[in-house]
T-cell receptor, first 116, second 113 residues
Framework: NAGVMQNPRHLVRRRGQEARLRCSPM?????VYWYRQLPEEGLKFMVY????????ESGMPKERFSAEFPKEGPSILRIQQVVRGDSAAYFC??????????????FGSGTRLTVV | DAKTTQPPSMDCAEGRAANLPCNHS???????VYWYRQIHSQGPQYIIH???NNETNEMASLIITEDRKSSTLILPHATLRDTAVYYC??????????????FGKGTHLIIQP
């Protein structure tokens, strides 16, 4: 049973380019969360998605960032026109959460984005 | 979600029990205590969670005080691989349209050989 798969592990982009980060949740998990960890800081929640729906995007920057979780395929976190301040580790987590029952989230190994 | 307070760092000798405290004095009745850890350069790892009663699993034990204002995570026989940042998080049990976890700065636990 594969864990949460994120790719690429490392991504280098020049300022102004687009970054696409992919996350495949654990088998049977239909809830995906994206977090960002800036250097020397804690993880910050960005967005929570279910299949084809954004449930909570309260942590997403208002511009340049978007996320989707299509019916088929992985969840994508997209950053347009990247700037140096976007350099960070981006983690995806998934959960099988059923209403009224919670489990610990399973995190992927992250994508480390470096903007040069 | 209620705020938590943890010491920024702790040392523990290899083979001894590591006891990591967490204060959550404003916890409300429907909020659980969750513990995660993050080993350097890896994604966070769920450890354990509980509401009122003490909990134990293959990784750790969670002791919650009777008034629920604080808790302690216990790693019974710490190994060098337990060196990590440990996060104590308080939140309602999730279901439906729940938001994500709020990570603070955690405790950097260093296991000494």
């Amino acid at each position: 049973n594969a864990g949460v798969m994120q790719n690429p592990r490392h991504l280098v982009r020049r300022r102004g380019q687009e970054a696409r980060l992919r996350c495949s949740p654990m088998k049977g998990h239909s809830h995906v969360y994206w977090y960002r960890q800036l250097p020397e800081e804690g993880l910050k929640f960005m967005v929570y998605l279910q299949k084809e729906n954004i449930i909570d995007e309260s942590g997403m920057p208002k511009e340049r960032f978007s996320a989707e979780f299509p019916k088929e395929g992985p969840s994508i976190l997209r950053i347009q026109q990247v700037v140096r301040g976007d350099s960070a580790a981006y983690f995806c987590a998934s959960s099988p959460m059923d209403r009224g029952i919670s489990y610990g989230y399973t995190f992927g190994s992250g994508t480390r984005l470096t903007v040069v | 979600d209620a705020k938590t307070t943890q010491p920024p760092s702790m040392d523990c000798a290899e083979g001894r029990a590591a006891n990591l405290p967490c204060n959550h004095s404003t916890i409300s009745g429907n909020e659980y205590v969750y513990w995660y850890r993050q080993i350097h350069s890896q994604g966070p790892q769920y450890i354990i969670h509980g509401l009122k009663n003490n909990e134990t699993n293959e990784m750790a034990s969670l002791i919650i005080t009777e008034d629920r204002k604080s808790s302690t995570l216990i790693l019974p026989h710490a190994t060098l691989r337990d060196t990590a940042v440990y996060y104590c998080i308080v939140r309602v049990e999730s279901g439906g349209g729940a938001d994500g976890l709020t990570f603070g700065k955690g405790t950097h636990l260093i296991i000494q050989p």
